[in-house]
Every structure is written in C-alpha cells, then in structure tokens.
C-alpha cells in the first residue's frame, strides 16, 4: 500500500510563489509516474502536470505551462511542485498522484494524497 501525504499549501498573494510537496511511503515508487492534478470549489478535478520515474519527462498543463515547476527526489520519495506568478484562479485544492501509466487522466493515477489546499488572493 501506498501513502501520499501532500504539504505545503497556503495562502499566497497574486504573482507570489509556492512549492507544495508530496512525500510517498508505504513502498517505492519505482517506474511511477508522479503528477499533480488540483480541484477548485465546484468544479471538476483537473491535471495540472506529471513527471516520469526518471525525472527526464515532465508535461504541463497550457494553464500552469511557464509558471509551474514539477521536479522529484527519488532518493527521499517524494515530488515538488514549484508554482510561481500564481493567480487567483489558481486557488484550488492541490492532490498529488501516483500512477504506472500515468497520463492526463486522473483515472490513470492508482493513488492519491488527501489534497492541500492553495489560496491566491487577489
């Protein structure tokens, strides 16, 4: 079994900046895909970015693209995201995952971290 535990969310003014993290335990997550999907208040969960075991691939979405930043650390379990130029339509609950074929799909993702909460203030 596999436990993700999101941190690092809070509240951050527009064109601020914040990493959240999401360390895995349980087992390694060898040859997983790690991403990060968020979901705002009334709407539905959406893909925000995702990384390869290696590290070497990373995917965006067009909304974060040039913005965000998602890295990993294998060594430690666990993946980043680095969000900066925020905006308030960036506010949402943040959740990352863990899948073997990982896509843009959440339903690619078997597990899933409680969420962490961003809030960007206007």
């Known amino acids: 079994q596999v436990q993700l535990v999101e941190s690092g969310g809070g509240l951050v003014q527009a064109g601020g900046s914040l990493r959240i993290s999401c360390a895995a335990s349980g087992r390694i997550l060898r040859n997983y895909v790690l991403g990060w999907f968020r979901q705002a208040l009334g709407k539905e969960r959406e893909f925000v970015s995702r990384?390869?075991?290696?590290?070497?691939?990373?995917y965006y979405a067009d909304s974060v693209r040039g913005r965000f930043t998602i890295s990993r650390d294998n060594a430690k379990n666990t993946v980043y995201l680095e969000m900066n130029s925020l905006k308030p339509e960036d506010t949402a609950v943040y959740y990352c995952?863990?899948?073997?074929?990982?896509?843009?799909?959440?339903?690619?993702?078997?597990?899933w971290g409680q969420g962490t909460q961003v809030t960007v203030s206007s």
């Open positions: 995952a863990a899948g073997t074929m990982g896509t843009r799909e959440a339903y690619n993702y078997e597990y």
């Open positions: 990384i390869s075991w290696s590290g070497t691939l990373t």
